[in-house]
């Protein structure tokens, strides 16, 4: 399938594994997620690039998608937060865009064939050569796109949510926690620094008696892009954590104590990408609209029942969200609590995380 | 968690008769909420006056009453039913403040019923405005600063603190009644008065001025359990300062980033805990500051709405139907969603188009009326568009407002002040001309700061007159995004004029004009074409419309249900059947004289078409209506009701043949273009829509039948009608060709008051000519239902109006059976509507309107099409006409379907009119062919006099059972006068006059008080109006003229809520009715009980 577009943002070629966002709002954060490394996003909804981007709201140092792919892109920019557009933006970080195309008919292709590999090209015309291209190009199964995105040495990270937009207040810090970035959304670090965290980032690639040396009262495991299969020496240093530090792992970080625990990952047709999934805490029997990004999934059958218990599920089409260790202080979400972009139901997680150490440490 | 088990029996309040602020959406709502509680299992009564709609269908809810939305009426049902508990939240501003009323009176309490959906404390929580404050201030929510006033004086201190310009809104009304912006203590004097008089509480809110802020709104639901979700977003075009109703509104919003969406959504949901709507649906509206982003609460519903159904047609949720499942306990995810089928309930939609919604006003009906647009809402209808962009759905949407407009501009219909743009030539003459034009630039610049029906272009002209997007921006408010996207309209549009003749250019641009949206009449304007060959041009080009779905999910799950957008874009999804269909166009937007009726009979189309195996396609424009409930057809488009889309889904579709008759006056209008494009029209031929229509043709028809019609002629010009009113002699009634609603439409006395309405008549007439009738003086008017299926005709019934004719039959109150007309006449009536309807060939419905002057009938006028009556014949004699016509025009006889003969019920039903007088103050209100009413009511008991009584009680036009009258009548009505004051004397009022009436009434021994004139001193009949001293006012006008001393009493009658009747034949029933409750007590008695028939199963 091939579309004839205008391009915006840069010029060029661009590769990609093709996945769709529902998302109305956030297309900042959403291309400024580490976790989209490898990928092109499509927006199903038409007019992006309103709103503009603006330093505040960006949820890493630079842009990660592979192209982004839209209906419309907007002539001007409308917000008092904005401080460039959103082709510029694109410009500066050498991303390729394009618009113009029927974006739904190429969302409905993905849902029905599943996420597929794509190019978007300024240079070739030939949508057959464009084809093929795409069909050689690398795809992201069994790639560790995790040590693209990591950061390279340790850092604190002292920032907490704004105090506009009526975030909540920040808890006391009382905890030292170290964040295994596999490809961190800066919300997460606010967040946890909100819920009374002091936090140190460390690469992925960080060792578990590294991660020990530091003395943390818990262990945070990030998001991240690609493959969960293939971050063998994350799992690795999960597993030997795991009873040794309190842990909470949020979408990769969530497929890491599941591998570590001896789950499977397979991955989904085409993902979860918005901001609209409803999801459900299985103790409280209530719903959180959540906001998602992800392709793979943990197995709910491939983990060992006397070990896990399972306390969230997604309700469209009950794949796991959540689970929790029977013994250990360990649990962990499919999903994105620190909801940038995406609704602000979940960030009670935060403070079942910080209950969670505090009781360990009581 | 499961659903209720201890309450079985729900009563439903549905919101009464359409007026400005409360419409068809309260009946889709009501039939969503009848059917769900079905569904599960629930016993429904429902209670609701209007008759014209959906929902008092007898096959809906188990029991069903027509009466009016009163305590006491309520409490009769109540004690008849004991239902287990009522549910408030579907009938509008109306049911919520009838509930109100109800538990504040203990009827609630008395007999056990528990109020679901929305509780009393919550309800008052968010309608009082003090309430409303302190709970927003509890939960750190920042709003506008205000405070309350309970006099003239309190606001006025108020005001000066908060400072000028300032906002009053009245606590407890409808659609904003008694709301405006005043910029000084003056306007603030009057708004405080009329605020505090139409509030329930007597309590205004004074409130600093957010004009010119960004606003927007919020659908939200809550369940049993806390689980929330937003169903849309909604973002408006016009900023702060104009109601929600009356502005051009966009889902989802546009210009939030997700950070202040979030804090939106959050904040919305503390409102829903805060407030304690424990289920359903409601609406939070925010403003922002687009300086600073600083956001403010301005209110809540707690209830579905207008924008509740806006929100459900522009995403495919259906918030009643799942209000009112999560009102009997269940929860967001125990609730499928229908359009997915395996995903729930309780999640966000998403959607991947731009949705606009667009108000439709009435104001040339109303003389002297102000137009601009306030706080208070003043539309009358609306219709929504679907685009992939919102210039695609802007320009669907312009085109879909019945205003003749094809889109934003460029259309021939251009208007700039006083100079009409018809030509290509004339536009561009304009658009090089006004750049260098000072004077006029300005003026357009001002103008597009005022807010009012044509303002959206009005910022057109201004980018045409060379002003840019910051400019107009810092003129308006209207945010620079939504500038920049009528910009590149007017952009696009200067490179199509720009094209004309050049072949090669125009289909480079094609494509991308279709894509924003524009028609192709506008095309053929730009080239200076003809639709037709424009449209040529693209099929050859292969350039057609694609239909998409709405889903709820853009697309990320397989959708079940047929709900259609039309783009231009590459893939289609409609993927039509092979299967027998028809399509049925529907009515469009709402207005005064095309409203709910049409709707109604568009619906009954579609269910029996159904139910005899056709596919069904629907077609219409207006998201209130039941009919664009994806739900009602197997195939709904939600598109324009113009030539060009119509013909496109037709071409698509392919079905046997598309019905017209149903939908009033806007498919009836595309009747001719369809046929000419090969278009197969069931049911009565054009030819015959054309016989009844054409004048000459018309007086053949009538003298070949032997039915005398007024003397008359045509006239095109005003010569030509000074011409034959000379020949037939005043007072003469003028009238356009081809509208609805007597548009324009006036009696003239003398050469002067011609003159003037010549020129309207013209101008609403388009290329067709005027009507000039002899005006009938003192006759009755008659109206008739007929159906016919070519060969059989059974007239559904004879109805007599009890105003004279001269007054619109949708503005008269009409009576079932006739009562002073003898039988003879009506029989004579009847024999010949069916020989017209012979003539004709009519398959379907036709409405006759007939007047008797001294014994003799008169044809006034034939309309072979559903009248705006049949919902209300349908429910007096029980028998769904327009279901049966739909299967008349697809073959079936009325044989067939055992309808042929006559029904003459053994009871009496009132329809008495509903008009829209107190949103616009200062406007006479009296009667004239030119329709006025919004809505209607029907009142139906064993006699006239009750029947009428319930009739008025539900009109919210209350007869005072005693008190003081005040009566004062024309001259002519003097001889006739005495009488009926007498008799009101014997009923026990009290009768004050001013001189001239007051002494016909001495000479006749009849006891008056007299008072005096305005003009006379004081205290004079004003000051008695204002000091509410009368309860009931017949005043009968001399002449139209809002200045005239009379106007001003009837208008003040409005403003304090005083009844005011305007004709004797009202007065006289009037009496009727007050004698009839005098003897008797009322009863109430439901629609199944009337006709002897059960409501199908759940």
């Given at each position: 399938m091939w579309f004839e577009g205008v391009g915006f943002g840069a010029e060029g070629e661009a590769f990609g594994e093709v996945v769709f966002n529902t998302g109305l709002t956030g297309y900042q954060e959403i291309l400024t997620d580490p976790s989209y490394k490898g990928q092109m996003v499509v927006m199903t909804y038409p007019h992006i690039g309103n709103y503009g981007i603006n330093a505040a709201d960006a949820e890493s140092s630079r842009p990660w998608v592979e192209g982004f792919i839209i209906k419309e892109l907007s002539p001007i920019v409308s917000n008092?937060r904005s401080e460039m557009t959103l082709d510029a933006f694109l410009k500066r970080s050498n991303i390729a865009g394009i618009q113009g195309i029927d974006t739904r008919k190429l969302v409905k292709h993905l849902r029905t064939v599943g996420a597929k590999k794509g190019v978007i090209s300024t240079r070739e015309a030939d949508p057959k050569k464009l084809v093929s291209m795409a069909k050689r190009s690398p795809s992201i199964v069994g790639v560790d796109l995790v040590k693209g995105v990591t950061c390279?040495?340790?850092?604190?990270?002292?920032?907490?949510v704004p105090?506009?937009f009526?975030w909540?207040?920040?808890?006391?810090?009382?905890?030292?926690?170290?964040a295994v970035d596999s490809g961190i959304k800066w919300n997460i670090l606010r967040k946890?620094?909100?819920?009374?965290?002091?936090?140190?980032v460390?690469?992925a690639?960080?060792?578990?008696?590294?991660?020990?040396?530091?003395?943390?009262?818990?262990?945070?495991l990030s998001n991240g892009p690609g493959d969960p299969a293939a971050v063998?020496?994350l799992?690795?240093?999960?597993?030997?954590?795991?009873?040794?530090?309190?842990?909470?792992g949020i979408c990769l970080g969530h497929q890491m104590?599941g591998?570590?625990?001896?789950?499977?990952t397979s991955k989904l047709k085409f993902g979860h990408h918005g901001n609209n999934h409803p999801v459900?805490?299985?103790?409280?029997?209530?719903?959180e609209i959540t906001s998602q990004n992800h392709n793979f999934v943990v197995?709910?059958?491939?983990?060992?029942?006397?070990?896990?218990?399972?306390?969230h599920?997604n309700l469209n089409d009950k794949t796991l969200e959540g689970?929790?260790?029977?013994?250990?202080?360990?649990?962990c979400v499919q999903y994105h609590p620190e909801n940038a972009p995406g609704p602000h139901d979940s960030d009670?997680l935060?403070?079942?995380?910080?209950?969670?150490?505090?009781?360990?440490?009581? | 968690?499961?659903?209720?088990?201890?309450?079985?029996?729900?009563?439903?309040?549905?919101?009464?008769?359409?007026?400005?602020?409360?419409?068809?959406?309260?009946?889709?709502?009501?039939?969503?909420?009848?059917?769900?509680?079905?569904?599960?299992?629930?016993?429904?009564?429902?209670?609701?006056?209007?008759?014209?709609?959906?929902?008092?269908?007898?096959?809906?809810?188990?029991?069903?009453?027509?009466?009016?939305?009163?305590?006491?009426?309520?409490?009769?049902?109540?004690?008849?039913?004991?239902?287990?508990?009522?549910?408030?939240?579907?009938?509008?501003?109306?049911?919520?403040?009838?509930?109100?009323?109800?538990?504040?009176?203990?009827?609630?309490?008395?007999?056990?019923?528990?109020?679901?959906?929305?509780?009393?404390?919550?309800?008052?929580?968010?309608?009082?405005?003090?309430?409303?404050?302190?709970?927003?201030?509890?939960?750190?929510?920042?709003?506008?600063?205000?405070?309350?006033?309970?006099?003239?004086?309190?606001?006025?201190?108020?005001?000066?603190?908060?400072?000028?310009?300032?906002?009053?809104?009245?606590?407890?009304?409808?659609?904003?009644?008694?709301?405006?912006?005043?910029?000084?203590?003056?306007?603030?004097?009057?708004?405080?008065?009329?605020?505090?008089?139409?509030?329930?509480?007597?309590?205004?809110?004074?409130?600093?001025?957010?004009?010119?802020?960004?606003?927007?709104?919020?659908?939200?639901?809550?369940?049993?359990?806390?689980?929330?979700v937003v169903i849309c977003s909604?973002e408006?075009?016009?900023?702060?300062?104009?109601?929600?109703?009356?502005?051009?509104?966009v889902a989802p919003a546009q210009t939030l980033t997700d950070r202040e969406y979030q804090r939106m959504r959050?904040?919305?949901?503390?409102?829903?805990?805060?407030?304690?709507?424990?289920?359903?649906?409601?609406?939070?509206?925010?403003?922002?500051?687009?300086?600073?982003?600083?956001?403010?609460?301005?209110?809540?519903?707690?209830?579905?709405?207008?924008?509740?159904?806006?929100?459900?047609?522009a995403t495919g949720f259906?918030?009643?139907?799942?209000?009112?499942?999560?009102?009997?306990?269940?929860?967001?995810?125990?609730?499928?969603n229908?359009i997915t089928?395996y995903t729930?309930?309780?999640f966000e939609p998403s959607i991947d188009y731009c949705v606009?919604?667009?108000?439709?006003?009435?104001?040339?009906?109303?003389?002297?009326?102000?137009?601009?647009?306030?706080?208070?809402?003043?539309?009358?209808?609306?219709?929504?568009?679907i685009g992939r962009t919102f210039k695609e759905a802007?320009?669907?949407?312009?085109?879909?407002?019945?205003?003749?407009?094809?889109?934003?501009?460029?259309?021939?219909?251009?208007?700039?002040?006083?100079?009409?743009?018809?030509?290509?030539?004339?536009?561009?003459?304009?658009?090089?001309?006004?750049?260098?034009?000072?004077?006029?630039?300005?003026?357009?610049?001002?103008?597009?700061?005022?807010?009012?029906?044509?303002?959206?272009?009005?910022?057109?002209?201004?980018?045409?007159?060379?002003?840019?997007?910051?400019?107009?921006?810092?003129?308006?408010?209207?945010?620079?995004w939504?500038?920049a996207q009528?910009?590149q309209?007017?952009?696009?549009?200067?490179?199509?004029?720009?094209?004309?003749?050049?072949?090669?250019?125009?289909?480079?641009?094609?494509?991308r004009?279709?894509e924003?949206?524009?028609?192709?009449?506008?095309?053929?304007?730009?080239?200076?074409?003809?639709?037709?060959?424009?449209?040529?041009?693209?099929?050859?080009?292969?350039?057609?419309?694609v239909?998409k779905l709405v889903d709820t999910c853009a697309a990320e799950f397989k959708a079940?249900?047929?709900?259609?957008y039309?783009t231009y874009e590459a893939e289609d999804e409609?993927?039509?059947?092979?299967?027998?269909?028809?399509?049925?166009?529907?009515?469009?937007?709402?207005?005064?004289?095309?409203?709910?009726?049409?709707?109604?009979?568009?619906?009954?189309?579609?269910?029996?078409?159904?139910?005899?195996?056709?596919?069904?396609?629907?077609?219409?424009?207006?998201?209130?209506?039941?009919?664009?409930?994806?739900?009602?057809?197997?195939?709904?488009?939600?598109?324009?009701?113009?030539?060009?889309?119509?013909?496109?889904?037709?071409?698509?579709?392919?079905?046997?043949?598309?019905?017209?008759?149903?939908?009033?006056?806007?498919?009836?209008?595309?009747?001719?273009?369809?046929?000419?494009?090969?278009?197969?029209?069931?049911?009565?031929?054009?030819?015959?829509?054309?016989?009844?229509?054409?004048?000459?043709?018309?007086?053949?028809?009538?003298?070949?039948?032997?039915?005398?019609?007024?003397?008359?002629?045509?006239?095109?010009?005003?010569?030509?009608?000074?011409?034959?009113?000379?020949?037939?002699?005043?007072?003469?009634?003028?009238?356009?060709?081809?509208?609805?609603?007597?548009?324009?439409?006036?009696?003239?006395?003398?050469?002067?008051?011609?003159?003037?309405?010549?020129?309207?008549?013209?101008?609403?007439?388009?290329?067709?000519?005027?009507?000039?009738?002899?005006?009938?003086?003192?006759?009755?008017?008659?109206?008739?239902?007929?159906?016919?299926?070519?060969?059989?005709?059974?007239?559904?019934?004879?109805?007599?109006?009890?105003?004279?004719?001269?007054?619109?039959?949708?503005?008269?109150?009409?009576?079932?059976?006739?009562?002073?007309?003898?039988?003879?006449?009506?029989?004579?009536?009847?024999?010949?509507?069916?020989?017209?309807?012979?003539?004709?060939?009519?398959?379907?419905?036709?409405?006759?309107?007939?007047?008797?002057?001294?014994?003799?009938?008169?044809?006034?006028?034939?309309?072979?099409?559903?009248?705006?009556?049949?919902?209300?014949?349908?429910?007096?004699?029980?028998?769904?006409?327009?279901?049966?016509?739909?299967?008349?025009?697809?073959?079936?006889?009325?044989?067939?379907?055992?309808?042929?003969?006559?029904?003459?019920?053994?009871?009496?039903?009132?329809?008495?009119?509903?008009?829209?007088?107190?949103?616009?103050?200062?406007?006479?209100?009296?009667?004239?062919?030119?329709?006025?009413?919004?809505?209607?009511?029907?009142?139906?008991?064993?006699?006239?006099?009750?029947?009428?009584?319930?009739?008025?009680?539900?009109?919210?036009?209350?007869?005072?059972?005693?008190?003081?009258?005040?009566?004062?009548?024309?001259?002519?009505?003097?001889?006739?006068?005495?009488?009926?004051?007498?008799?009101?004397?014997?009923?026990?009022?009290?009768?004050?006059?001013?001189?001239?009436?007051?002494?016909?009434?001495?000479?006749?021994?009849?006891?008056?008080?007299?008072?005096?004139?305005?003009?006379?001193?004081?205290?004079?009949?004003?000051?008695?109006?204002?000091?509410?001293?009368?309860?009931?006012?017949?005043?009968?006008?001399?002449?139209?003229?809002?200045?005239?001393?009379?106007?001003?009493?009837?208008?003040?009658?409005?403003?304090?809520?005083?009844?005011?009747?305007?004709?004797?034949?009202?007065?006289?029933?009037?009496?009727?009715?007050?004698?009839?409750?005098?003897?008797?007590?009322?009863?109430?008695?439901?629609?199944?009980?009337?006709?002897?028939?059960?409501?199908?199963?759940?």
């Open positions: 008092y390279q040495r340790s850092y604190d990270f002292n920032e907490s105090s506009e009526g909540g207040d920040s808890r006391k810090k009382q905890y030292s926690l170290v946890l620094n909100q819920h009374g965290f002091n936090v140190k460390v690469p690639h960080t060792t578990a008696q590294e991660i020990l040396a530091c003395k943390p009262d818990g262990l945070f063998k020496y799992v690795e240093t999960v597993r030997k954590l795991i009873g040794k530090l309190p842990m909470f104590i591998q570590a625990l001896g789950g499977k459900m805490d299985l103790e409280t029997r209530k719903i197995d709910i059958d491939s983990l060992p029942k006397d070990e896990v218990e399972m306390t599920i689970f929790r260790h029977r013994k250990h202080p360990v649990f009670y935060f403070t079942r995380f910080y209950e969670l150490i505090h009781k360990q440490a009581g | 968690m499961p659903k209720r088990t201890d309450i079985k029996k729900i009563l439903i309040i549905g919101s009464g008769p359409i007026i400005i602020g409360q419409a068809c959406e309260f009946d889709y709502s009501g039939v969503q909420a009848v059917k769900a509680l079905k569904e599960e299992g629930y016993k429904v009564v429902l209670i609701n006056s209007n008759p014209a709609t959906i929902m008092t269908d007898p096959e809906f809810a188990d029991a069903t009453y027509i009466e009016p939305l009163t305590v006491e009426f309520l409490e009769k049902v109540i004690a008849k039913e004991r239902p287990d508990a009522v549910l408030p939240t579907m009938g509008g501003q109306t049911g919520l403040n009838l509930a109100v009323e109800a538990c504040e009176k203990g009827v609630f309490q008395k007999y056990g019923v528990e109020m679901i959906g929305a509780k009393y404390e919550a309800i008052k929580k968010a309608e009082n405005r003090d309430e409303f404050k302190r709970a927003m201030q509890k939960i750190g929510l920042d709003l506008p600063k205000s405070d309350f006033a309970y006099t003239v004086e309190e606001a006025e201190k108020v005001a000066e603190k908060i400072g000028y310009p300032v906002i009053v809104r009245a606590s407890f009304t409808l659609g904003g009644s008694g709301s405006g912006i005043c910029s000084n203590a003056d306007e603030l004097r009057t708004t405080v008065r009329m605020g505090l008089d139409y509030s329930m509480v007597r309590e205004v809110l004074i409130e600093e001025s957010i004009l010119g802020w960004k606003e927007f709104e919020l659908e939200v639901m809550r369940d049993i359990k806390d689980n929330f909604i408006n075009l016009d900023p702060m300062g104009v109601h929600t109703g009356d502005s051009i509104t959050d904040a919305a949901r503390k409102v829903m805990s805060e407030i304690g709507i424990e289920t359903g649906g409601s609406n939070v509206q925010f403003a922002v500051d687009p300086r600073t982003g600083r956001m403010v609460i301005i209110e809540m519903n707690p209830r579905v709405s207008r924008s509740s159904a806006l929100a459900s047609k259906p918030i009643a139907k799942f209000a009112a499942k999560l009102a009997v306990g269940l929860t967001l995810d125990e609730i499928p229908d089928k729930p309930a309780s606009v919604k667009i108000p439709r006003f009435a104001f040339e009906k109303f003389e002297g009326v102000d137009n601009r647009l306030t706080t208070q809402m003043k539309s009358v209808g609306e219709v929504m568009a802007l320009q669907k949407g312009l085109r879909s407002l019945e205003t003749k407009r094809f889109g934003f501009g460029a259309d021939g219909k251009d208007k700039v002040f006083d100079l009409a743009l018809k030509t290509r030539e004339e536009y561009l003459g304009f658009m090089k001309s006004v750049p260098n034009d000072k004077a006029l630039r300005e003026k357009i610049f001002a103008c597009a700061k005022v807010p009012r029906e044509d303002r959206i272009f009005y910022l057109k002209y201004a980018f045409l007159a060379g002003y840019t997007i910051e400019e107009i921006y810092a003129q308006t408010g209207v945010d620079p939504f500038l009528l910009k309209i007017v952009d696009l549009e200067k490179e199509l004029l720009d094209a004309r003749g050049h072949k090669k250019v125009q289909e480079a641009l094609l494509r004009a279709k924003y949206g524009f028609s192709d009449r506008q095309l053929g304007f730009c080239w200076g074409m003809k639709e037709a060959p424009v449209r040529a041009m693209r099929k050859k080009m292969g350039i057609r419309p239909y079940y249900t047929p709900y259609f039309s409609s993927n039509p059947s092979k299967k027998k269909k028809v399509m049925i166009l529907g009515g469009g937007p709402n207005r005064i004289g095309q409203g709910i009726e049409f709707d109604y009979c568009c619906v009954h189309a579609v269910l029996a078409l159904r139910k005899m195996g056709y596919e069904t396609i629907m077609v219409n424009s207006n998201p209130e209506t039941v009919s664009t409930d994806y739900d009602t057809s197997d195939k709904l488009f939600f598109e324009p009701l113009t030539l060009e889309d119509v013909l496109n889904i037709y071409e698509n579709e392919k079905p046997v043949g598309v019905i017209l008759q149903l939908g009033g006056q806007t498919p009836l209008n595309l009747a001719k273009a369809l046929k000419a494009n090969g278009v197969k029209i069931l049911g009565t031929s054009v030819e015959a829509i054309d016989r009844a229509e054409d004048r000459d043709q018309f007086k053949k028809l009538l003298h070949k039948i032997r039915l005398s019609q007024p003397a008359n002629g045509i006239a095109s010009s005003l010569e030509e009608a000074c011409e034959v009113a000379k020949r037939i002699g005043y007072p003469i009634v003028v009238r356009p060709s081809y509208v609805l609603g007597g548009r324009a439409m006036e009696i003239a006395y003398d050469q002067t008051s011609l003159k003037k309405f010549m020129k309207q008549a013209v101008e609403a007439s388009g290329e067709h000519p005027v009507l000039i009738d002899k005006f009938l003086e003192d006759a009755t008017e008659i109206d008739v239902d007929l159906i016919s299926d070519g060969k059989t005709s059974v007239v559904g019934s004879v109805m007599e109006h009890i105003e004279e004719a001269g007054i619109h039959s949708g503005d008269s109150a009409s009576v079932i059976p006739p009562f002073s007309i003898p039988r003879e006449t009506v029989e004579e009536i009847v024999a010949k509507t069916k020989q017209i309807a012979r003539e004709l060939g009519v398959v379907g419905l036709m409405n006759v309107q007939y007047a008797i002057q001294k014994g003799q009938v008169f044809c006034l006028e034939v309309n072979p099409r559903a009248s705006r009556t049949v919902p209300f014949v349908s429910k007096t004699i029980g028998v769904p006409l327009a279901k049966l016509a739909a299967q008349l025009m697809v073959g079936k006889t009325l044989k067939d379907l055992k309808f042929t003969e006559e029904i003459v019920p053994n009871h009496v039903a009132v329809k008495e009119s509903v008009f829209p007088f107190v949103k616009f103050p200062g406007v006479d209100i009296i009667l004239s062919p030119e329709m006025k009413s919004t809505g209607e009511v029907m009142g139906i008991d064993k006699d006239f006099g009750k029947a009428f009584y319930k009739s008025q009680e539900a009109a919210m036009s209350r007869l005072p059972r005693k008190g003081t009258v005040f009566i004062s009548v024309k001259d002519s009505d003097k001889p006739k006068i005495a009488e009926i004051a007498r008799q009101f004397h014997r009923s026990g009022f009290k009768i004050v006059s001013t001189r001239g009436t007051a002494q016909v009434l001495k000479d006749h021994r009849v006891p008056v008080q007299e008072i005096l004139k305005i003009t006379e001193g004081s205290p004079n009949i004003a000051d008695w109006v204002r000091n509410k001293k009368m309860d009931l006012i017949v005043n009968t006008p001399s002449g139209k003229g809002p200045m005239l001393d009379e106007g001003k009493i009837r208008s003040l009658a409005v403003s304090f809520n005083i009844p005011c009747i305007t004709t004797l034949s009202a007065a006289r029933a009037a009496l009727r009715g007050l004698q009839a409750v005098r003897d008797d007590e009322l009863d109430v008695k439901s629609i199944h009980d009337y006709h002897g028939v059960k409501a199908a199963k759940g």
